[in-house]
Structures are given as structure tokens and as C-alpha cells.
């Protein structure tokens, strides 16, 4: 598969960085359309889409007055192609594909010469979200003069207690007035709220790969128990909130039902999404739409943080 040439682009202000086309533009429209308003050039980069394809999320993106561009690299269902199910969020080919995403990022970097970067924070059963996050640590947290975003996968942030675990098995340090930011969620209403992600994105699943993701899921939570935000030795995050108006809250709604699979005149995914975050915009102590990022903190030692032991002992 043909590789994005990064001579290719032109000089952004603000990259924002997804494993695939959609996955930015469910997650904070509103920080983008908030860019551009700021006069900033911005740019939406999905790292594992194939060059040369004309996509919604495309159109979304450029509705919003970004600019859009494909990664062209392999994604997991490609990669993993002929293989069984696995439990396992992590195969042997994907860490060439999280050195060749670092690379393609890193490239970039005097080409964009983008100063404000959002990446996503991992969330959910997809790996391409987690090389997505280590190749964006790899190649933008160390940058001098550059702020690096994590921006909450929707609607897997949805889920109750989903960004506290994926906190915790990074082993995020937490400033002290934020360490109560990602609520816990008990064991139950976590596993019975897993699967709406993939059913509100039009994915379907077998009762094997359901059955996996409960028991990864559940050692996830049980190793994240115990974690505490103050004393982690992982990488060190700030909460950071973006709220929108009215008017930028229809936008965002609009993008949702353009990008959600629609089944009849309305699209029932798109308006479970909507209302998902409308009661997210609430809890974050919004009035009509909220999102959430984790700005990455210098470490102190001048290395990036990429991976936590605790992620490990899930594979």
C-alpha cells in the first residue's frame, strides 16, 4: 500500500491525528471548527486509510474548514488479515506497523511545522488507537515549542470507567485537583456498556470476539484498581476542556449523523451518539457540548513515556 509523502502537505498550525477518517470527527469537531475560527490552518490526518479515497470523513472534515489527508498505512484488519480472533490486543506485526506510523509522523514534522497536536488517547478494542497514540508520543512529546492533546475516543469514552482504566494502564500522573477527573465505574456497568461503541460505528461482531473483549476488558479493569493518579510514574496529563456553543453543538450533531451509519429516515446510532454527549457535556460541567483532552506534560527527564508495565500484562 502507497505511504502518504509528507512533502506532499502544506504548513498546518494544528494537526490533529486519527487511526482512521472518522475517529477525529467523532471525538472533537468542535476543537477543530474552534481552530479554524482562530484563524489557524488546520490539518486531519487518518494515519490508516488507504491514499486516494474520497470519504465522508473527508467532506466533514473539510465542512469544518480543515484540511484531510490519508496516512496510507495497513490497518489492523488488513495486517491481521486470515488470523483467528484473539483475545490479545497486541500481535507481533504491529509493532513494525507503530515504528512505520512513528516515522511517517516524524517526517511530518518539518514539513507541517504544526504547533498544537492532538492524538488520540487509546480508547477502546481497536490496536490501531493504541499505535496511533504511541506513534504521536514518539514523534510530538518531546518537541520543544509544540503542546500535545489526547483527545477521548467517542463513543468508546462513553463507556462508564473506560478513560479511568486506559488512565491507569498508561500509569498517568495526575495533577492533584484533577485526580478525581475519570471517574471508576463498577465491574458491571463497565462490561454491559462495552459493546454499544462497535454497534452505534455499524460494526458487527461474533460471540467469540464479544466474549474475548469481556474477559480483556475485565483484566483491564481489575489491574487498573489500583491505581493512584498522584504517585504513577507514567506519563503526566492535564485535563483540558473545550466547550462549545449552540450553534457548534448542531455542527458537531450534524457530523454525527453524516458519519454514523444511518438505518431508515433517521439514524437511531446517531442520535443514541447525541445524546450520549449531551449527557457528557453535563457531567464535564457543560451546557450544550464538552470535550475533554489530556494535554501531555513534560516528564521531567526529557524521555517520551510511551507505554506503561500495566498495559503489558494484558497481551
Known amino acids: 500500500m502507497e505511504r502518504l509523502d509528507p512533502s506532499s502537505l502544506e504548513r498546518c498550525d494544528s494537526l490533529f491525528i486519527g487511526p482512521h477518517g472518522d475517529d477525529v470527527l467523532l471525538a472533537c469537531p468542535t476543537r477543530v471548527q474552534a481552530e479554524v475560527e482562530k484563524g489557524r490552518r488546520a490539518l486531519v490526518l487518518a494515519l490508516f486509510e488507504p491514499l486516494g479515497t474520497g470519504t465522508k470523513a473527508a467532506e466533514c472534515a473539510r465542512s469544518l474548514g480543515a484540511a484531510y489527508a490519508a496516512g496510507g498505512l495497513l490497518p489492523a484488519s488488513v495486517r491481521r488479515r486470515g488470523q483467528k480472533p484473539t483475545p490479545s490486543p497486541r500481535l507481533p506485526e504491529d509493532d513494525a506497523a507503530a515504528l512505520e506510523a512513528a516515522r511517517l509522523l516524524a517526517d511530518m514534522v518539518p514539513r507541517t511545522q504544526a504547533v498544537h497536536i492532538f492524538a488520540p488517547l487509546g480508547l477502546g478494542p481497536s490496536i490501531d488507537h493504541l499505535l496511533t497514540y504511541e506513534a504521536s508520543v514518539r514523534a510530538f512529546a518531546t518537541g520543544q515549542g509544540r503542546n500535545l492533546f489526547l483527545y477521548e475516543e467517542r463513543p468508546e469514552a462513553f463507556v462508564p470507567g473506560a478513560v479511568r482504566t486506559r488512565l491507569a494502564l498508561l500509569g498517568a500522573r495526575l495533577p492533584p485537583a484533577a485526580q478525581r477527573a475519570a471517574e471508576p465505574a463498577s465491574l ?74 444511518a438505518d431508515g429516515r433517521r439514524s437511531r ?25 489530556w494535554l501531555f506534560l513534560p516528564s521531567g527527564d526529557g524521555l517520551p513515556e510511551v507505554q506503561h508495565p500495566l498495559e503489558h500484562s494484558l497481551a
Open 269 to 293: 446510532a446517531a442520535s443514541r451518539f447525541n445524546a450520549r454527549a449531551a449527557a457528557a457535556a453535563r457531567k464535564l460541567g457543560g451546557v450544550y457540548h464538552t470535550e475533554r483532552f
Open 188 to 261: 458491571w456497568r463497565h462490561l454491559w456498556c462495552l459493546s454499544e461503541p462497535r454497534r452505534l460505528r455499524g460494526e458487527s461482531t461474533t460471540w467469540r470476539e464479544r466474549l474475548a473483549a469481556l474477559a480483556v476488558a475485565r483484566r483491564a479493569l481489575r489491574t487498573a484498581r489500583p491505581w493512584n493518579p498522584l504517585r504513577a510514574f507514567g506519563p503526566r496529563l492535564q485535563p483540558v476542556l473545550h466547550s462549545a456553543e449552540e450553534e457548534a453543538m448542531r455542527r458537531a450533531a450534524a457530523v454525527v449523523e453524516t458519519l454514523l451509519p
